[in-house]
Structures are given as C-alpha cells and as structure tokens.
C-alpha cells in the first residue's frame, strides 16, 4: 500500500460528519509507518464514518458532532424484523461527486451519474495503474463482480500517481493490459479523491443502494471484507425493495482492440549460443520462441490462464514476465499466478518450481519451494548456481539455490522506498527488471523510478546508480521526471526494463517512452554512478520506426550490435542497430494469436416467467418482419453498441426455415426504440407456438455510460395461411 502526503484539514461541500458510534478516535493507529510519516498521514477530514475494520490503514477520527446530527441507521428495522444497516455510520454523496472537470470515462460508451447508480452497491476503486498493491487487488474486484453481477457495480477511479498516468490513452492500454471489465474515470487532478479523503493507493470505498458511503478500506487484501458488507447491504436494501437488479453491461476497451501476434509482450532473453530468444507474450500467456533472425521455434504454453503444467501445448500461465536460462532450463517469473516455472527445453515440459499459486500475505523471510506462496515476481537472473528473483509485490529481492528446497529474501526490508544500505537495511521500490554485470545485480526499481546496484556478495551494500535516495517521509518514490544526467541529478519515470552490452547499461525508461544508455563513473569513493543519455524516444508514445516512437517500452535485450526492444503497448518487438541508428520491427515469422476453444454462453436466457402474447396468421412462402417495439423509461435508447440478438424456437419445425431456429439471430436497429427481424416462412400451412429469445442492451439519451440489459422470452401462438396477407409481426414489449 501507498500513501499519499496528507493535505491539510478543510471539509469538502456535500458532506457531512457522521458519528464513530462510540469508537475512540485514540485508539486507531498507523501501521507500518514510523512516527515522522505518522504525523504526515494523519487524517483529518470529516470522515469519521469511516470506522475501518481493516488493518491496512487506520485514521485519527476528527471531532464528530452533537449527538442530535448523528444519522439514525440502527433504528431502521420495524416491527417486521427487517435486516439493520451493517455499518455503523454512513455519509450521503452528493448527486454530481462524479462530474468532474476533465474527467473522461473509459471502458463504457460515456459519462456515469451518482443517479444511474441508484439502487445498486457500488465500489469506488481509488488506484494507479503503475502500483502492484492496485494491481492485486484487482482479482478481488473481478471475484465480486462475478458473485453479484446484477447488484455490485465496480467504479475505478483512476487517481494518478506519475505523469504519464494522467493521459487517458495510457490508461486505455492499462486497462486492457490489466483485463478491466468495468468503467473506469480519469480523475487526472485527484479532485474525487480529495473530496473522498483518500490517502493511499489502493482504495476501496462501499457505497449503498441509495447513495450513501459507508466504508473505506485502505490497501490489499480486503476481498473478505468487502465480501461481508457488499452481501449485508444487499440484504439490507433487498428486504426493502430498494434494488435494482437490472443486468448491466459497458462497452469495454478490449472489445476494440485489434488480433495481433503478440499482446503485451513483458520480457525478452536472449540465447546467442543456441541462436533463440524468447519473449514473454504476456498477454498471451505464453511464451515465443524464436531464432535470432526471427524464424519461429516454438511456443510454451497454449495461451489460457491457469496454472496447468505438462507439454507446451497443455500448460498454462498467468501474465508471464521475466525469464532466465540455466544449462536447459528456462525459468520463467509466471507473475500473476505468483509462481516461478521450470522448462525443460529439451524435454519439453513445463513444471511449477516455487509457490502454491496463491499470492503470500505474510512477510515469511524464507520457507520450502514446494509450500511457500510468493508475491508477483517480475523478473529473474541466474548468478553461479542462485536463481535471484526479483520479487515486486514485497519489494524485495528473493533467492533460490538451484537444486535445493528453499527460497528466501536476499535483499529489502520489504518497506516500499528507495533507501541504501546493507542487503536488509535497504529497501527498494517494486523492482521490475534485473540484470547481472561484475557481480552487482543491476535492478530497474520502478515505483522510485531509479536504478539500484545489489552486491551479490552478501557482505556488500545496496547503492542507487541513478535517480535519487534516502529522502524524508519516502518522498523518493515520488521523485520522478525525464531528465538526463548523472546520478542523482537524473530522472526516470517508472523503469521497467534493463541489458548490458558491454559495459554500457541501456534503461527502458517505460514512463518516458524512451530508451536511456547510461555509461559508469567512479565517485569520489570508488562506488559506481551512472550517467544517463537518452538515444531513442520522443517522450510521447507512437508507433513509426523513424524516427523511432514507444509506448512504454518494459523489457530489453541485446544481440551483437543490435538492441531489442519490447515496445510493450505497442504489441511489438523493435529492432535498433546501435550502429547505423536504424529500427525495424523483429517480425517472427508464423507466429498468431493463440486459438482459444470458445467458453460456454454465459448469457443464456433462461425460459422461466415466458409471457404468452396474442396468437397471429402470417401468410405462407414469405419472409415475414418481426418488429420488437420497446417502450423503455423516459430519456432511454436502445444501445447499439450492445449485440442485440433474438433466438428463435418452434413447437413446430415445419413453420419456418430450419436454418432460423435455435441460433442467436442479429436484428436490425429500425429506430431507437425498435428492432427488425426477417423470418422466412414456410410455403405449408401449419400452426405451433414460436418461441423468441430476446436481448438488447439500453442506455440513457446522449453519452450515458451506464447501460442496461433486458431480457425475456416471449411465446407467440402463429397460423399460417395461403390466404393470409398478413406478413409483418409486431411484438410490443417494455423495460423499467
């Protein structure tokens, strides 16, 4: 978790104090912070309702009103028995919280209002798409978006912490980087955040049915948590019929986004004696490998999500990074599954090495290989027989003698900041990238955008190459930019990537979308200090290879005179001649998306609660027109964005073409309110009962983000006649 330098006390318009129901503000307390920074995070805004039942944060309550203003919320339940509110407290929002200048919506077809919101349990999201904190608690989210998919509602609130980050194109990557399947609203100037009081990435704030905040929660691992009242406030606003269960749906980024060979590659190694290189398809799940002139070798993994292991085509990973390579073994950093795995290259098999698949929550500083869960490696390199992991979520470096049954921390205290000093005095900041040079292992330490030099003599000390260290309250981790020079003096922006040629380091300076080289000095006592020059990248992200664009470029490698370049966002690998200054992109040849078998529909109507409409005679031998006229609540249209689809179903097969019944057919828009259908007619005469499966999504008039599914299924009683000249179907139909 990360805090935020605390503003100073004020309270924000549209709020008002609740009261901490007989909680002592004194007996809450700062975890994990030294008295310094306790001072600095203490909070100070109205919240007392927040009375936050996780221990990832907690905050100095501000003095609450006269007991009169309290808000009753325990003496709700009647004579009925009905469920009382689960939390202590709760805080009206106001209706325009999320109308906010320059806030653009992402994920959905536009802006989302407190009042589209009514009636469902909402998540407020506070995150920055740079934090691994954000980025575990994202699988919580998804856990609770499918528990209750028509009454939570997840919001992130995309609150920046680099520069980059408040550009919403960069966003749009992240979010399907990430996998995001729910809106997410570029709060660029953290406006929602300070109205909040939110003080740590990430965030998590519960809000009601009717609007109303009610908890805030601070920091990962508080899936339980949000489990338990997210299912309370259901209850609660069920027994009083203040749901609204309406199936929802967004128009998600990745819907838009182009079938590429590779998607999101993280990493890149390079095996110069066996002619290959391996690239780390990360959103693939799999792993490429391929010749160094770009002929494809093969492939590990088969491109689904798990944790299988077994043959190339059967194994599987989760968002794969960082790879090394020992004698025939190729280990591989599977980070979201919060695994390492071995390859035998020759054999062709894929194993689990360290982990049990689920992320560790403790701060163990060693344990056996086989039991011991680890958190998101990210990157990995081998040194005289010692498998070094460079292992983000703690903030550490973690070893693994290879052959023997443990692993354990080699280097971090496990405090997310950028201070120097002995292997566990030290501390680093999401270390993303590592390479081995002269015995030091060269890290790229990504949330304190700096480069660190780790002795892999156990007896030396951590020291910081470039960007800055040691400063007060943390205040590293904030010390970014893109600027040129020597040790302290330069300024990176969220490193991921490293490689050496030579004795030249070349820095993925991902935020900056350019690539650094940086040259060593000696200080005046002998330590290393490096000097950056950038020699490719304009700053801003692009894709033309002349002259040469990038778009968060994460991992490196170099062969011969060439660099090669994992331009991450950009779904390509880009090829540099250090030499004649030339890029092209490495193309492997043969390589495609992964195929994937289809999932099973998870948007099947069911045929309860059919509803019988007026019997109809159609005429024979003709393409009949089904009109399904919607009447929908005031200011709704019809979402064509949404894949409208009708399935159709006959008592009797003899009615209507065969090849129309028992498949999702796609209608026409005729207006906003109505689809049309064709329907070929049988030239016999016949009856039977045509059953229509129908689904379409609606959304209010204008750029309403929010958008609704309706479905229903639907029976209609037909005749058809050669005498009839009716041939048109109107199906009259509406939603709440």
Known sequence: MRYIKSARSRNFPGYRKCASSGESASSLSLPMLNPKMHKLMTCSLMTAFFLLCCTTLSCAAPETESKDSEPDTTAEADAENLPEYPRPAKLPLSPNLLDIPDGEWLNTSGPISMEDLRGKIVIFDFWTYCCINCIHVLPDLEYLEEKYPNELVVIGVHSAKFDNEKISDNIREAIMRYEIKHPVLNDREMSIWRK???????????????????????????????????????????????????????????????????????????????????ISDSNHNRIVISSLDGKLIDVIGSGGLGTKDGGYAEATFDHAQGMALHEDILYIADTENHLIRAVDLKQKQVKTLIGTGEQARSRQPSGEISTFAINSPWALEVHNGTLFIAMAGPHQIWQHEIGSD??????????????????????????????????????????????????????????????????????????????????????????????????????????????????????????????????????????????LELSEPAGLAVIGNNLLIADTNNHRI???????????????????????????????????????????????????????????????????????????????????????????????????????????????????????????????????????????????????????????????????
């Open 196 to 278: 909040i009081g939110v003080r740590a990435w990430p965030t998590l704030v519960l809000i009601d049915a009717e609007g109303n905040a009610c908890l805030l929660a601070s920091g990962e691992g508080n899936r339980e948590l949000m489990d338990k009242f997210v299912g309370e406030l259901i209850e609660y606003h069920d027994a009083r019929d203040q749901l609204d269960r309406t199936p929802i749906d967004f128009d998600l980024e990745r819907e838009k986004q182009p079938v590429t060979p590779l998607k999101y590659p993280g990493k890149l190694l390079v095996d110069e004696q066996n002619d290959r290189l391996f």
């Open 406 to 547: 443990t692993v354990s921390v080699y280097a971090g205290s496990g405090r997310e900041d950028i201070v120097d000093g002995s292997l566990s005095e030290s501390a680093l900041a999401q270390p993303s990238s590592l390479k081995l040079h002269n015995g030091f292992l060269y890290v790229a330490d990504s949330e304190g955008s700096s480069i660190r030099e780790v002795p892999t003599d156990p007896g030396g000390k951590v020291r910081t190459i470039l960007g800055t260290h040691d400063l007060e309250f943390g205040q590293s981790l904030f010390a970014f930019g893109d600027k040129d020079g020597k040790g302290t003096e330069a300024r990176l922006q969220h490193p991921l990537g490293l490689a050496f040629a030579g004795d030249t380091l070349y820095v993925a300076d991902s935020y900056n979308h350019k690539i650094k080289q940086v040259e060593f000095e000696k200080d005046k006592s002998g330590n290393n200090v490096g000097v950056a020059t950038t020699i490719l990248g304009s700053g801003d992200t692009g894709t033309s290879l002349d002259p």
């Open 574 to 736: 880009v090829k540099y001649d250090l030499t004649t200054k030339a890029a092209s992109e490495f193309v492997v040849a043969g390589l495609t998306s992964p195929k994937l078998p289809k999932s099973g529909d998870s948007d099947e109507i069911a045929d309860s609660d059919i509803q019988t409409l007026k019997a109809v005679t159609i005429q024979v031998g003709t393409e009949a027109e089904i009109l399904v006229q919607i009447a929908m609540p005031e200011g709704y249209k019809l979402n064509k964005l949404y894949p409208a689809n009708i399935q159709l179903e006959s008592s009797n097969t003899q009615l209507f073409q065969a090849d129309q019944l028992g498949k999702r057919l796609k209608p026409e828009f005729a207006s906003d309110t109505e689809l049309r259908l064709a329907l070929p007619v049988a030239a016999e005469a016949g009856k039977g009962d045509l059953t229509l499966k129908i689904r379409f999504g609606y959304c209010r008039d204008g750029k309403g983000g929010l958008c609704k599914v309706s479905s229903m299924v639907l029976k209609l009683p037909v005749t058809t006649e050669a005498g009839s000249d009716q041939r048109s179907i109107s199906i009259p139909v509406s939603v709440e």
